[in-house]
């Protein structure tokens, strides 16, 4: 029940009413963790997070995934210049990924499976490959939509869109005739940047074979890197580039060198036209390269050497934090007389006491311990059992049993 209250996409007073009655039914309405709970609302509960853009992020999974990523790379005993060197390995994994990614989503062509394939190749043409996937589903769930009443004005036409066989549940899409925006009740176009299925049922009606740009998010866009490039560039050159702009350069400029191509190998005359201009070109940039080699580059001062931090254990002793060799050697130490460099079993300063209460010296004690006893032989037939029935003395010797006839 809370679960629904949380994720259930409705109205705020509809979201009241589910709250009341799921507070109602559990018999908590005094409790103090479901009364600050239901002071939070705002933070968690979709009818009033509606509208705000988390690109359909709701829990802390992509970080969690972030982090499973990061820890394939690093780990807790590296240095600075070691962590620094597989922290860019990681990133440029990242980087080769979304690299394959963007070479899905500009090449090939997905089929066709709705009954709108004018819309359907719209989206295949605007939105990266997954996005457009997710869009499909949308337009696929139309069918379930209508429009009964529209209000026509001078400046924006008002639709009315419902479910099928759920009359109460209603949204109300506004179509802007200057801009040629739309805006829908739900905010699903705020919150996840793609247009609801009730916007996408307006444009079915409408007749369109297009998506207007107002409802395609430039975040979901395949040509958001060559237009973001294009915009900060500006035909400025950097005096020092980093190797993430080098890399989004690279990209950028193959897409249009590719399109580029495309077109000028069609006739002869015009590839060999064109090759000869690029020839020139490179040259060009070539001495321009070249001429700037040698200019020393502009490192800041860092105000001295940069060092490896001292690596803190996070738990046991505090011996852990000392560095490494300054400990020495551990050696051995003698219970009996604490000395170093035996144990007490090979102590000879040891005192032992005897039966007798005097005390002797640990060799002696140790030569006497040391002599060989004398080896019990087993005896066979009835000497083995015992005589008359009593088991003889411990210290009957074995010259003094009696020999068998």
């Not at 975040?219 to 980093?242: C, F, I, Q, T, Y």
């Not at 006491?353 to 066979?380: C, I, K, Y």
């Amino acid at each position: 029940m809370l679960r629904n209250c949380m994720l259930a996409d409705v109205e705020v007073d509809e979201f009241e009413m589910q709250w009341a009655a799921m507070v109602e039914d559990c018999g908590v309405t005094e409790d103090d963790w479901v009364n600050d709970l239901y002071a939070k609302k705002e933070l968690w509960a979709t009818a009033y997070i509606r509208g705000c853009f988390y690109a359909g992020l709701r829990t802390t999974s992509r970080c969690e995934s972030l982090h499973a990523k990061l820890g394939r790379f690093v780990e807790r005993r590296f240095g600075v210049h070691k962590f620094v060197t597989n922290f860019q390995r990681c990133v440029d994994f990242l980087r080769d990924n979304e690299d394959e990614m963007d070479f899905r989503s500009f090449y090939g062509t997905p089929v066709l499976e709705t009954e709108f394939p004018e819309l359907e190749k719209s989206a295949a043409t605007e939105y990266t490959r997954e996005i457009f996937f997710r869009f499909r589903e949308t337009l696929k769930s139309i069918v379930r939509i209508s429009i009964p009443h529209c209000d026509e004005m001078s400046d924006q036409d008002i639709y009315i869109t419902q479910k099928y066989m759920r009359p109460r549940k209603r949204w109300t899409v506004a179509h802007i005739k200057d801009g040629d925006s739309f805006e829908c009740s739900c905010k699903r176009m705020e919150s996840f940047g793609l247009p609801c299925v009730h916007i996408i049922a307006v444009l079915v009606r409408l007749d369109r074979d297009s998506l207007p740009r107002s409802v395609i998010l430039p975040r979901w866009s395949k040509n958001v890197r060559v237009d973001k490039l294009m915009e900060a560039g500006g035909g400025k050159e950097l005096s020092e580039e980093s190797e993430a702009i080098y890399k989004t350069r690279v990209g950028a400029f193959l897409q249009l060198c590719k399109r580029f191509a495309r077109l000028a190998c069609r006739n002869d005359t015009d590839y060999k036209n064109f090759s000869e201009r690029v020839v020139e070109d490179i040259k060009l940039l070539e001495q321009r390269a070249s001429s700037v080699v040698g200019e020393p580059a502009d490192t800041p001062d860092l105000g001295g050497d940069v060092a490896d931090p001292i690596p803190v254990r996070t738990k046991g002793t505090g011996r852990g934090n000392a560095p490494p060799g300054s400990r020495g050697v551990k050696r051995r130490k003698c219970s009996a007389c604490g000395e170093l460099g035996h144990r007490r079993t090979r102590c000879t300063s040891r005192k032992e006491v005897n039966d007798h209460g005097t005390q002797e010296s640990f060799g002696a004690s140790a030569s006497l311990s040391q002599t060989p006893r004398p080896r019990r032989r087993r005896q066979s037939g009835a000497a083995s059992r015992d005589i008359d029935g009593i088991c003889p003395s411990p210290s009957v010797t074995n010259s003094q049993l009696p020999s068998t006839p």
